[in-house]
């Protein structure tokens, strides 16, 4: 099967969606919807929602991100790690952290990995990810100077993280037990060519690489086999 066949298919989704329902300490949660919890840097953490002080996310037991609303007449307090009065000491919700898109219409690079970027005009890719969060596809990674996905060879990651592995790639990084796990095999180490397929040594299924990237996954016609020296499919002896 075509490798970029593949991702394309793998790219739609890869873990699961669900509700429940539950309650806060000062202020009702009117509604609540879950999904998985993305692994970073809000893992067992609450974060405020952007356009909304009653609305917030809290990433908990590293497992389930719930959207959760506050009670009427309550805002959420990032300081105070819950829902507090409006108007209080402890609201906060004219002080928020400042976003990262400051017109509704740039397009700006992710400060530590080279594949993300944020979308100012449109939401986020996946429902459980920061505000406007995007990332290119796979193998692509986000020029800055261009403010567009481009091929790697074009962009200069800096000092960000440059993913090589589509495992790599944020949208298919999970750790939890409810997330499928990403197994396709990288090129990291690998010299350009094919090479054979991790998963199936002494098999008739390669990998190719290219510049430390996999392009695709193959097989051997009938009859031949993958041979690790030359590097090539042979005659089955």
């Not at 990995?113 to 986000?142: M, T």
Request: glycine share 6%; hydrophobic share 30%; aromatic share 12%.
């Amino acid at each position: 099967m075509s490798f970029l066949v593949f991702s394309t298919l793998l790219w739609a989704g890869i873990c699961a969606v669900r509700g429940s329902a539950s309650s806060v300490v000062q202020g009702s949660v009117v509604w609540e919807f879950d999904y998985m919890c993305v692994q970073g840097p809000y893992k067992d953490d609450l974060r405020p929602f952007r356009y909304d002080c009653r609305q917030y996310y809290d990433c908990h037991d590293g497992y389930s991100l719930t959207k959760r609303l506050c009670g009427p007449d309550y805002v959420f307090s990032k300081r105070a790690g819950g829902c507090v009065i409006k108007g209080s000491s402890e609201d906060g919700c004219d002080i928020q952290t400042p976003s990262v898109c400051p017109n509704d219409i740039d397009v700006v690079m992710h400060s530590d990995i080279c594949s993300l970027y944020y979308n100012c005009s449109a939401r986020a890719q996946l429902l459980w990810w920061p505000d406007h969060l995007q990332e290119c596809p796979f193998p692509l990674l986000f020029n800055a100077d261009a403010g567009t996905c481009d091929h790697y060879n074009n962009v200069d990651c800096g000092d960000r993280e440059e993913p090589t592995a589509i495992c790599d790639y944020y949208v298919f990084r999970c750790e939890d037990k409810f997330c499928a796990h990403c197994n396709v095999p990288d090129c990291k180490g690998l010299d350009d060519g094919a090479h054979p397929h991790p998963g199936y040594p002494n098999s008739n299924i390669y990998i190719t690489c290219l510049d430390q990237r996999i392009t695709s996954t193959d097989t051997c016609d009938e009859g031949m086999t993958f041979d690790p020296a030359q590097r090539a499919c042979v005659n089955v002896q």
